[in-house]
Every structure is written in C-alpha cells, then in structure tokens.
C-alpha cells in the first residue's frame, strides 16, 4: 500500500504486515512514524479483510526508539509540543483496544520506544542475538509508553525492576527466557515465524472469539477473579449462542477449514 512516508505496509493471506521504515535512523520513531503506524493500525483494524497485524522493522533494526537528532532538546517540552493530540491518535489504536491481535517481529535490536511500544502488543518475537533495552534512566528519563505498568506483569515485579532501574541491555534469548518475548529466534527467521504464526490464526480462528479472548484478558488485567470469570462465563455463553460456533464445531467434524460468518467490526460480545 501506497501513501505513508515512513512505514510500509503490505497484506496476504489476511494477515498485514507493518514495516517500519527509516533504516538510515535505525527505524528511530520520529513524530511522523508514530502518527503513520498508529493510522495504520487504525485502518487494518477496522478492514474485515485484516485478521492480524505483524510490525517488524526494515532491514537489520526493529527500532532504536525515539529519534534523538534534537540532542538535548530531544524529550523538552516545545519538541513535545504535539504530545496531547499524539496520546488521542494512540488510543483511539491502543492494541489493548483493537479486535485484531498485533504481532512484534523484532527481527533487530529495540530499545527504548522501541520495546516500550511493542509490550504493549499482544504477541513478541524477538532475534536471539539481538541487543534490547529499557534504557531511560541513562538517559535522565523515566520509562513511558505503560511499560511500568505492563512489565511487571510480563516478568514478575524484581525482574521488571531490575530492567528499568538499570536501564542495562540484554539478549532476545534472555527475554525470551523470562517471558519477555514468546519467541527468540535467528534474525532471518523472526518475521517469516511471525508472518506464519498470524497466517495460522487468520485462516483457523474466529475473529470475533479472538477478538473477545484480548478483550477477556486485557480487562481481567484490572478485575478480581470473580468479576472475571463472570464476564468470562458471560461470553462463553453469549458465542455459543453465534454463527461461529455452529461453524467451529461443524468444520472440525467435518475436518475442513472454517468459514467464519462472524465479523470482527460487526458482530461483538455487548458484555465486553
């Protein structure tokens, strides 16, 4: 697809996959970048034909976070002069929001924005060798993006404060060890892993049961487990009740592959 400055975006086989594209700044996020990836999520998510996106980066980076080309004055307040309007474009495309799972193919080194933003997605392949890091403290920052809150429940609170206070780099294979990333594999293999995994889930799942499942989790994030499991048994009984669980059960009798009736924009659990 044509029309962004920054990014590339292609789709086959229902699945979208987001390049970031500033290979000559290590795919740094300018304010251009991030508008454009969160257009875009945007756009996939409400395309009926896009059942997964998987955000990777060009060439040998996934991403060196924000573009520091200011020096100095790179995090002042005039450089963040956009920072209200840049929060309302990123929730109206939060991932915790969407009814499409995003996907990281970290396929380089990230640090930074460039791991904070990817947390916050629903799935991360990482390359084994490559160097990761929350590295705001050495830069007189704090971390942003809602990594403070989501890493502690990605690794456990000593684990998350051990990486933010110290801001220190590690491996894609450590990450992956302590549940960072689901995934640590040779960098050539990371997006076509990636690209297949959502090619899967595009042809074999339900969008809308995917789409209620994120929605289950996210929100059972903040929920004790008697709320939780009442929305849960909730839903469960409201997707019974649907076309895609009629189609489902027949499929996998029948051993065929699934025609889901359902759509992701459309149709959608009231409950959640």
Same mark, same amino acid.
């Given at each position: 697809?044509?029309?962004?400055?920054?990014?590339?975006?292609?789709?086959?086989?229902?699945?979208?996959?987001?390049?970031?594209?500033?290979?000559?700044?290590?795919?740094?996020?300018?304010?251009?970048?991030?508008?454009?990836?969160?257009?875009?999520?945007?756009?996939?998510?409400?395309?009926? @034909?896009?059942?997964?996106?998987?955000?990777t980066g060009?060439?040998?980076?996934?991403? &060196?976070g924000?573009?520091?080309?200011?020096?100095?004055?790179?995090?002042?307040? *005039?450089? *963040?002069a956009?920072? &209200?309007?840049?929060?309302?474009?990123?929730?109206?495309?939060?991932?915790?929001?969407?009814?499409?799972?995003?996907?990281a193919?970290?396929?380089?080194?990230? $640090?930074?924005?460039?791991?904070?933003?990817?947390?916050?997605?629903?799935?991360?392949?990482?390359?084994?060798?490559?160097?990761?890091?929350?590295?705001?403290?050495?830069?007189?920052? $704090?971390?942003?993006? @809602?990594?403070?809150?989501?890493?502690?429940?990605?690794?456990?609170l000593?684990?998350?404060?051990?990486?933010?206070?110290?801001?220190?780099?590690?491996? @894609?294979? !450590?990450?992956?060890?302590? @549940?960072?990333f689901?995934?640590?594999?040779?960098?050539?293999?990371?997006?076509?892993?990636?690209? !297949?995994?959502?090619?899967?889930? &595009?042809?074999?799942?339900?969008? $809308?049961?995917?789409?209620?499942?994120?929605?289950?989790?996210?929100h059972?994030?903040?929920?004790?487990?008697?709320?939780?499991?009442?929305?849960?048994?909730q839903?469960?009984?409201?997707m019974?009740?649907?076309?895609?669980?009629?189609?489902g059960?027949?499929?996998?009798?029948?051993?065929?592959?699934?025609?889901?009736?359902?759509?992701?924009?459309k149709?959608?659990?009231?409950?959640?």
């Amino acid at each position: 697809m044509t029309g962004y400055q920054t990014i590339l975006t292609d789709v086959s086989d229902k699945v979208a996959t987001i390049w970031l594209n500033r290979p000559e700044r290590r795919n740094s996020f300018s304010p251009d970048m991030t508008r454009e990836l969160h257009e875009a999520f945007a756009r996939f998510e409400a395309d009926d @034909g896009v059942r997964a996106l998987v955000v990777t980066g060009a060439e040998k980076y996934f991403s &060196a976070g924000a573009d520091l080309g200011r020096g100095g004055d790179t995090f002042s307040r *005039s450089a *963040s002069a956009d920072a &209200a309007e840049q929060r309302q474009r990123a929730e109206r495309a939060e991932p915790g929001q969407m009814r499409t799972p995003v996907i990281a193919a970290m396929n380089g080194s990230a $640090v930074g924005m460039g791991i904070t933003l990817p947390i916050s997605w629903d799935i991360r392949f990482a390359a084994a060798d490559a160097k990761y890091g929350f590295v705001f403290t050495r830069r007189g920052l $704090v971390p942003e993006a @809602g990594s403070t809150w989501m890493l502690p429940r990605l690794v456990g609170l000593s684990r998350a404060m051990e990486l933010l206070l110290s801001g220190r780099i590690f491996s @894609g294979a !450590e990450g992956a060890e302590m @549940g960072l990333f689901s995934r640590a594999l040779p960098a050539d293999d990371v997006l076509p892993a990636a690209q !297949e995994f959502a090619k899967d889930l &595009a042809a074999n799942t339900s969008a $809308v049961s995917v789409a209620a499942t994120k929605a289950l989790v996210y929100h059972g994030l903040g929920q004790d487990r008697e709320e939780s499991h009442t929305i849960e048994q909730q839903a469960f009984r409201w997707m019974g009740n649907q076309a895609d669980a009629a189609e489902g059960v027949t499929a996998f009798l029948e051993k065929r592959t699934p025609q889901w009736p359902l759509s992701k924009v459309k149709n959608y659990p009231p409950m959640l």
